[in-house]
């Protein structure tokens, strides 16, 4: 039962600890990538709570990821996405520190991808197998020196596949171009990886023809169309397209959409519930405080509030950049 | 996500479960990401307190089983996660009986894209008095196919108690719907058998709806007969944008832009602004531009339905309601048509094509007025003979 692909000293079978996977060498903690682990960006984070994330790939031996003329990023069988959820202790000094709450692993088998979760210890030393989610008390300082408590909830299995979803089918979500091609400025990441044999990109790849994601945390550059599409697409679009577990509402808000009554323009909601706020459309062009949008974005009622997992806090960065576009929109 | 999980090693396996905590809804939850094909899984008798969604993913012939709709009940009231009390999602051959679910903070039960799917015996509501702070849907199945939902009891929705949408092959049968805005709800479905429930004192009764903007495009093929459609006459407590927050309080059954939809043989009594409504989707007011959306009726056959005798108050608040006073005060017709046709209708010699026409006949006090509401509500008609006629295929399809 254990025979899964087994790579350069990678068992890929699930593990009872995530240390086991040998992902980082030394304290654990530290999350020193070992050979063939190796750190990426991406442009639009989804907004966790305020968590930190430290993402990081690994590609068994000898093997790259792929990306074909539609631009579409493939990985090996044996790849393993690894995603570890922190807070520093102070945001404003994170040389004091951090707490790592969770790591959560994507890994590709011949029969498509599955989540597993992993749970760390009050220690730091090592983090747990968790098939069904956990919570957890955390605090932690914020960049303006607030203090601020959260009740932590790590999901369970399934509630992964309810964001990581395609049709039914498990996918992952930052790994797409859109998400890695980064600004020039930054160094591009596909272009690095591509330098050291990670990734073989199409001939004539070029960057700055490729889909990209506004970094929507930066005023500049970028128009706040950009940003706030690139917001709502890494924040809403994993469910909220034709092919996502909210098709059911016909609001579509991933990036390619371009039918304004789709993106909510004067769509009265379909199964909204008490989730309308009393408020008639979507979204009211110029009106922020009528739009249906805003108002699940800023609400922290687990009936109401936008995403449905992931989020209890209202992210006030991305409600400023959301109500702006809306009041600017004609 | 079943057989990823089937490679985790058994021992693995138990230490997994061993070491995670020992409360019963973590358990629970952990069984159902489990659950081997074919499994029934049981929930204890007692009162079980849950503060996240019980969620069901990609299973094959899963039973989640209670001991009894007075033995088992999943509360939902301190719920803290998950916009729903249980969720089943890309599953097949799924059971759901025998329990209680109340007070979840979003819908009581979602089931996403399941195809074969039973709801038996279970009551899903919400306590107290209905409110709008009260979840939309207590079952609610969107794009499943396959779905049979009997002895359900659904109450306090503030949307819609039994709800089915954009899904195929419904039947919906001997449940009870109370003190919901709508007691059942058909939308944007097809092949829909609703029959010999009881929905009273709900806003709506039993509503038979299409909408715009949604995937599954057109609903229809519904039929609903045997029904006890009694004194739907609470008051619309949805919030504002939904459209049920629209119908208005008295109404028994409501039919809104879909096509071939029979009503029959249903005892509709006591609804007091309107007991049975065939209406297009521009009686809402709301703008339409999804160009693949038809929002008219047709193909509509009432007959053969019992109203009640007497005088009937319709409601104030209500727009609509406030206008049937105006025009008939305390009088109001059973059967009430809006008349707004589609001008696309086929035509030959100036009359509708058989198919696309309403049918009305042999109604007990079936009173009726097509409300010409494309005429600004003028030259109300009373007349019943341009459609007294029958859809013959309807009936031989039963």
């Given at each position: 039962m254990r025979s899964q692909a087994r790579t350069a000293g990678f068992?890929?079978?699930?593990?009872?600890?995530?240390?086991?996977?040998?992902?980082?060498?030394?304290?654990?903690?530290?999350?020193h990538p070992a050979p063939r682990v190796f750190a990426y960006e991406v442009n639009a984070p989804l907004f966790s709570d305020y968590a930190e994330k430290a993402r990081f790939i690994f590609l068994p031996e000898g093997e790259k990821m792929t990306c074909n003329d539609s631009l579409s990023l493939d990985f090996p069988n044996g790849s393993v996405l690894i995603k570890n959820f922190f807070y520093f202790h102070d945001a404003e000094h994170p040389e004091n520190g951090r707490r790592i709450l969770e790591t959560r692993l994507l890994i590709k088998d011949e029969k498509g991808w599955k989540a597993l979760e992993y749970i760390w210890n009050d220690e730091q030393t090592d983090a747990v197998l968790e098939v069904a989610g956990a919570s957890f008390p955390v605090q932690w300082t914020d960049v303006s020196g607030k203090k601020r408590s959260i009740q932590y909830i790590a999901p369970n299995l399934n509630q992964c596949k309810g964001c990581h979803s395609y049709d039914g089918r498990f996918i992952p979500l930052g790994a797409t171009i859109r998400q890695l091609n980064q600004y020039p400025a930054a160094g591009n990441q596909l272009l690095s990886w591509q330098e050291s044999g990670l990734i073989d990109l199409p001939s004539g790849f070029d960057v700055s023809s490729a889909p990209r994601l506004a970094d929507?945390?930066?005023?500049?550059?970028?128009?706040i169309d950009d940003r706030a599409r690139a917001y709502l697409d890494a924040n809403c679009g994993h469910c909220h397209?034709?092919?996502?577990?909210?098709n059911t509402s016909g609001m579509f808000l991933n990036i390619?959409?371009?039918n304004p009554e789709r993106l909510g323009v004067g769509k009265a909601p379909v199964a909204a519930g008490r989730g309308?706020?009393?408020?008639?459309?979507?979204i009211v062009p110029g009106k922020p405080n009528e739009s249906i949008l805003l108002y699940r974005m800023e609400s922290d009622d687990p009936g109401i509030?936008?995403?449905?997992?992931?989020?209890?806090?209202?992210h006030q960065e991305g409600l400023d950049l959301i109500k702006t576009w809306i009041k600017e929109m004609k | 996500m079943l057989k990823q999980l089937l490679l985790l090693p058994v021992w693995l396996l138990a230490t997994a479960i061993l070491t995670a905590q020992p409360d019963i809804e973590k358990q629970i939850q952990t069984q159902l990401i489990l659950a081997e094909d074919g499994e029934v899984i049981e929930f204890p008798a007692g009162k079980i307190d849950l503060s996240n969604t019980l969620w069901l993913d990609a299973?094959?012939?899963?039973t989640l089983r209670g001991a009894g709709q007075d033995k088992t009940v999943l509360s939902f009231?301190?719920?803290?996660?998950?916009?729903?009390?249980i969720k089943v999602t890309n599953a097949s051959g799924i059971v759901l009986e025998h329990f209680t679910i109340e007070d979840s903070k979003g819908d009581l039960i979602k089931t996403q894209s399941v195809k074969g799917l039973i709801f038996r015996d279970i009551t899903a509501r919400w306590s107290?008095?209905?409110?709008?702070?009260?979840?939309?849907?207590?079952l609610y199945p969107v794009q499943c196919q396959n779905v049979r939902m009997e002895r359900c009891t659904a109450i306090g929705?503030?949307?819609?108690?039994?709800y089915i949408g954009q899904s195929d092959s419904v039947w919906v049968t001997r449940c009870y719907a109370k003190n919901?805005?709508?007691g059942i709800e058909i939308e944007n479905t097809t092949n829909a058998w609703v029959y010999e429930n009881y929905a009273l004192?709900?806003?709506?009764?039993i509503l038979v709806f299409d909408l715009p903007?949604?995937?599954?495009k057109r609903g229809g093929h519904v039929k609903v007969w045997?029904?006890?459609?009694?004194?739907?006459?609470?008051?619309?407590?949805a919030p504002k944008g939904?459209?049920?927050?629209?119908?208005?309080?008295?109404?028994g059954v409501m039919i809104l832009a879909t096509n071939d939809v029979e009503v029959f043989?249903?005892?509709?009594?006591?609804?007091?602004?309107?007991s049975t409504a065939i209406v297009s989707y521009y009686i809402t007011e709301n703008p339409v531009?999804?160009?693949?959306?038809?929002p008219y009726p047709s193909g509509i056959y009432i007959h053969d339905n019992v109203y009640s005798e007497g005088k009937r108050m319709p409601t104030w608040k209500n727009k609509l309601g406030f206008l049937f006073w105006l025009k008939f005060g305390r009088n109001v017709p059973h059967i009430l048509y809006?008349?707004?046709?589609?001008?696309?209708n086929p035509v030959r010699d100036g009359v509708v094509l058989p198919e696309y026409r309403i049918c009305i006949r042999?109604?007990?006090?079936?009173t009726f007025a097509n409300l010409k509401a494309d005429k600004k509500?003028?030259?109300?008609s009373r007349d019943l003979k341009p459609y007294d006629c029958t859809h013959d295929s309807m009936e031989s399809n039963r």
């Amino acid at each position: 039962m254990r025979s899964q692909a087994r790579t350069a000293g990678f068992d890929m079978a699930p593990k009872m600890r995530l240390s086991d996977y040998g992902f980082f060498t030394g304290d654990l903690s530290a999350l020193h990538p070992a050979p063939r682990v190796f750190a990426y960006e991406v442009n639009a984070p989804l907004f966790s709570d305020y968590a930190e994330k430290a993402r990081f790939i690994f590609l068994p031996e000898g093997e790259k990821m792929t990306c074909n003329d539609s631009l579409s990023l493939d990985f090996p069988n044996g790849s393993v996405l690894i995603k570890n959820f922190f807070y520093f202790h102070d945001a404003e000094h994170p040389e004091n520190g951090r707490r790592i709450l969770e790591t959560r692993l994507l890994i590709k088998d011949e029969k498509g991808w599955k989540a597993l979760e992993y749970i760390w210890n009050d220690e730091q030393t090592d983090a747990v197998l968790e098939v069904a989610g956990a919570s957890f008390p955390v605090q932690w300082t914020d960049v303006s020196g607030k203090k601020r408590s959260i009740q932590y909830i790590a999901p369970n299995l399934n509630q992964c596949k309810g964001c990581h979803s395609y049709d039914g089918r498990f996918i992952p979500l930052g790994a797409t171009i859109r998400q890695l091609n980064q600004y020039p400025a930054a160094g591009n990441q596909l272009l690095s990886w591509q330098e050291s044999g990670l990734i073989d990109l199409p001939s004539g790849f070029d960057v700055s023809s490729a889909p990209r994601l506004a970094d929507y945390r930066q005023a500049s550059p970028g128009n706040i169309d950009d940003r706030a599409r690139a917001y709502l697409d890494a924040n809403c679009g994993h469910c909220h397209n034709p092919h996502g577990p909210a098709n059911t509402s016909g609001m579509f808000l991933n990036i390619t959409e371009r039918n304004p009554e789709r993106l909510g323009v004067g769509k009265a909601p379909v199964a909204a519930g008490r989730g309308s706020g009393d408020r008639k459309f979507g979204i009211v062009p110029g009106k922020p405080n009528e739009s249906i949008l805003l108002y699940r974005m800023e609400s922290d009622d687990p009936g109401i509030r936008m995403p449905e997992l992931g989020r209890q806090l209202p992210h006030q960065e991305g409600l400023d950049l959301i109500k702006t576009w809306i009041k600017e929109m004609k | 996500m079943l057989k990823q999980l089937l490679l985790l090693p058994v021992w693995l396996l138990a230490t997994a479960i061993l070491t995670a905590q020992p409360d019963i809804e973590k358990q629970i939850q952990t069984q159902l990401i489990l659950a081997e094909d074919g499994e029934v899984i049981e929930f204890p008798a007692g009162k079980i307190d849950l503060s996240n969604t019980l969620w069901l993913d990609a299973k094959k012939n899963i039973t989640l089983r209670g001991a009894g709709q007075d033995k088992t009940v999943l509360s939902f009231k301190n719920q803290t996660q998950g916009a729903e009390g249980i969720k089943v999602t890309n599953a097949s051959g799924i059971v759901l009986e025998h329990f209680t679910i109340e007070d979840s903070k979003g819908d009581l039960i979602k089931t996403q894209s399941v195809k074969g799917l039973i709801f038996r015996d279970i009551t899903a509501r919400w306590s107290g008095k209905p409110k709008k702070t009260n979840g939309s849907y207590a079952l609610y199945p969107v794009q499943c196919q396959n779905v049979r939902m009997e002895r359900c009891t659904a109450i306090g929705a503030s949307d819609a108690g039994l709800y089915i949408g954009q899904s195929d092959s419904v039947w919906v049968t001997r449940c009870y719907a109370k003190n919901n805005v709508a007691g059942i709800e058909i939308e944007n479905t097809t092949n829909a058998w609703v029959y010999e429930n009881y929905a009273l004192y709900n806003t709506g009764g039993i509503l038979v709806f299409d909408l715009p903007d949604l995937p599954k495009k057109r609903g229809g093929h519904v039929k609903v007969w045997k029904n006890k459609i009694i004194e739907n006459n609470y008051r619309n407590f949805a919030p504002k944008g939904n459209i049920v927050g629209k119908v208005p309080p008295g109404t028994g059954v409501m039919i809104l832009a879909t096509n071939d939809v029979e009503v029959f043989d249903n005892y509709i009594m006591d609804n007091k602004t309107a007991s049975t409504a065939i209406v297009s989707y521009y009686i809402t007011e709301n703008p339409v531009k999804d160009e693949h959306y038809n929002p008219y009726p047709s193909g509509i056959y009432i007959h053969d339905n019992v109203y009640s005798e007497g005088k009937r108050m319709p409601t104030w608040k209500n727009k609509l309601g406030f206008l049937f006073w105006l025009k008939f005060g305390r009088n109001v017709p059973h059967i009430l048509y809006d008349g707004i046709q589609d001008p696309e209708n086929p035509v030959r010699d100036g009359v509708v094509l058989p198919e696309y026409r309403i049918c009305i006949r042999n109604n007990e006090n079936g009173t009726f007025a097509n409300l010409k509401a494309d005429k600004k509500f003028k030259g109300i008609s009373r007349d019943l003979k341009p459609y007294d006629c029958t859809h013959d295929s309807m009936e031989s399809n039963r």
